[in-house]
């Protein structure tokens, strides 16, 4: 008997016009855009991540802080120098401490296209430079790494390589000009998918300090630690130390101390308020196609009230119109929960590829074969809702005035 | 038409009532103390001009609606006390509707509108369906089971309306005005199907406003008028005979005339 209504309702629902399916955008979209993000959900969090540089290498970072109040110039902010880099070695747990520049330079190439790019420092010695190649979450693609002092002898990031087709097609070996000094190409790094990284500039602190003038000045330290495990508390020590050695109090710091954990904990709650923005209004896009579908059926209702009386006349039961309604407006729920199914998937699907494809990642989409039966079950379920009253309606039809039409 | 007598009475309406009362304080008599009584294998015609009753009439006996006062037996159950849902069973079971307008679904096939009585007597797609073919054969209409009624002509429609009232095996069709939409040809064409089904056994009651049609092809006339039943007539040996009961029964019933607003 079940299946007779279904089949009742399907060919009732081959029936309907463009203007019932309409109504079923609301259920679409709320199916969709759980179903995408739930796909997307991981490929959106590697991505921001990467774009924010925070690579899975568990160090701490400090840098100058505070807020300039008033005009620029009256609240300069103390910098952090090569002293307080000191100060940061000598704390408990710290294994190696190091300080980079970051800066920007005018970048001339051979072919006299003329760009600002960021320049890093790479500090001296080995094993410090060796900690920034670790950090920096890729290998060398072309030629070599800068490995001692070498003066007029720059790295540059995959985005100036032939590959990354972003107009420079630099080569290992070409002169290029930064600041109007010239400099020779030693290697070209792998990609790294993040924005920042893929065109920055790798140079050691010296040439970089004779084209910006630092002095002691520095734009990041960056610490590793002996017991990762210990990193909140090495955060705690090393801000105390730096509150000592600046003379400053607790709240009025002008330098921040970062751990991954909390630049992770800022994106995931940026991604989280996203999340939730999509769920907000996915739950109001069902809200919608609940009040759409009590509509369309509430019409039909009107409409087929000729059939309704015939179908009585012809032994109909109230059950019988009621199940017949009910499901139909299930159906109509589960149409557009499945069109919303597919469109979120092949956005996951896409999304994902998107992604691979920008940053080198190898994610693969989060189709969730469990998620996408619950989201058409509960499209049905939601569209059967949305007809319970049109179809207690067609059921309490009096026959004789439904027959009437 | 032989002994009629003797037969098994099928429907039965005793002092029938249904008023309506439209807006404020206008009561309307539909149907104002009817007595009927059909037997097994009668085709008996109710006659009368518009706003007579006789569509009321119909819709009582056909169990669509229930009485406000007085009693129907349907095969000697009282329905006027049933609920919605034994009426429905009762309808699909006991009697064929066929309607001036045909009445058929428009978005199912003409397979599928004979089959869909049988639905909601439980029976399976399978028997139902074969069933279905077999009265679409019998109004010579296989080879059309794959249209829609849109795609059908008139005649055809009510042929397939036919088919369908056949569909539970009724003991009762009730055709209400079964020819008022078609021309004169196909509507013969309609009345030998009915008088066929009436030969087999069948009993059929007919709602019409033509006076002729109904004499033609009933054996018993019912003719109403103001909710009234104004006299019966039979057709006895090809004679038309004004039936004596009723005048009697008039005369004892009727105590004050009321006329409606």
């Known amino acids: 008997m079940i299946s007779d209504y279904f089949l009742l309702s399907f060919r009732n629902l081959k029936h309907r016009g463009v203007r019932s399916w309409l109504t079923l955008l609301g259920i679409f979209i709320g199916v969709m855009a759980v179903v995408a993000l739930i796909g997307l959900g991981a490929g959106l969090k590697t991505a921001i991540n990467s774009q924010f540089g925070i690579s899975s290498t568990e160090l701490i970072t400090v840098q100058a802080g505070g807020i300039t109040m008033g005009p620029p110039g009256s609240g300069a902010v103390s910098p952090i120098t090569v002293s307080d880099l000191r100060v940061i070695s000598n704390v408990n747990n710290v294994d190696l401490a190091i300080g980079r520049n970051i800066g920007t330079l005018k970048l001339e190439l051979r072919d006299g296209t003329i760009e600002f790019v960021s320049a890093g420092s790479l500090p001296k010695g080995s094993e410090e430079k060796d900690f920034v190649y670790d950090s920096f979450g890729s290998e060398i693609m072309y030629g070599f790494l800068l490995s001692g002092g070498e003066m007029n002898e720059v790295v540059l990031g995959y985005g100036f390589s032939k590959e990354a087709d972003a107009g420079y097609d630099v080569e290992v070996g070409d002169k290029i000009f930064l600041n109007d000094e010239d400099f020779k190409v030693k290697g070209i790094m792998d990609k790294t998918g993040s924005f920042i990284m893929d065109y920055l500039v790798l140079m050691n602190s010296d040439p970089l300090n004779d084209l910006l003038d630092y002095g002691d000045d520095l734009s990041i330290i960056l610490v590793r630690l002996k017991d990762k495990d210990l990193m909140d508390k090495t955060k705690l020590d090393i801000e105390k130390a730096l509150r000592k050695y600046r003379d400053v109090d607790i709240g009025d710091e002008d330098f921040v101390v970062s751990t991954p954990a909390a630049s992770l904990k800022t994106v995931n709650s940026i991604l989280d308020g996203v999340q939730i923005f999509i769920a907000i209004i996915a739950l109001v896009s069902v809200f919608i196609g609940i009040i759409g579908i009590v509509n369309t059926m509430g019409t039909s209702v009107v409409e087929r009230r000729k059939d309704i009386g015939i179908m009585k006349s012809i032994g109909a039961k109230n059950s019988d119109i009621f199940w017949q309604f009910f499901i139909e407006a299930g159906l109509l729920g589960f149409v557009g929960g499945l069109i919303g199914v597919i469109f979120g998937t092949l956005i996951s699907v896409f999304g994902v590829y998107g992604i691979n494809y920008q940053f080198g990642t190898e994610l693969v989409p989060a189709i969730d074969f469990f998620l996408i039966s619950i989201s058409l079950f509960g499209s049905f379920c939601v569209g059967a809702l949305a007809g319970i009253v049109p179809a207690m309606n067609a059921a309490n039809q009096n026959p004789v005035d439904a027959l009437r039409g | ?261």
């Open chain 2, 1 to 261: 038409m032989k002994k009629e007598r003797t037969k098994r009475v099928i429907i039965e309406l005793k002092n029938v009532f249904k008023h309506y009362r439209m807006g404020e304080d206008v009561l309307v008599k539909a149907v104002d103390g009817v007595s009927m009584s059909v037997n097994e294998g009668d085709f008996v015609a109710i006659m009368g001009p518009s706003g007579s009753g006789k569509s009321t009439c119909m819709n009582l006996v056909g169990s669509l609606d229930v009485p406000t006062e007085g009693k129907i037996f349907l095969d000697g159950v009282d329905i006027s006390v049933l609920s919605e849902s034994d009426l429905a069973q009762i309808r699909g079971k006991k009697i064929g509707f066929i309607f001036q307008s045909f009445n058929l679904i428009p978005n199912l096939t003409t397979l599928e509108n004979v089959a869909l009585p049988m639905m909601f007597q439980g029976i399976n797609q399978e028997e139902r369906k074969n069933r279905a073919m077999g009265f679409l054969k019998l109004v010579e209409l296989d080879g059309r089971e794959d249209h829609y009624p849109n795609e059908l002509s008139g005649g055809q429609r009510q042929r397939v309306a036919i088919a369908r009232s056949l569909a539970n095996e009724p003991e009762v069709l009730l055709a209400d005005e079964p020819t008022g939409n078609l021309d004169s040809k196909t509507g013969k064409i309609v009345m030998d199907f009915l008088e066929k089904m009436n030969k087999n056994g069948r009993t059929i009651i007919m709602v019409t406003h033509d006076p002729d049609l109904a004499q033609e092809y009933a054996n018993i006339v019912y003719w109403l008028k103001d909710g009234k039943v104004e006299k019966i007539t039979r057709k006895k040996d090809g004679k038309i005979i004004v039936d004596e009961d009723l005048i009697m029964e008039k005369a004892s019933s009727v105590k004050k005339k009321e006329e409606v607003d």
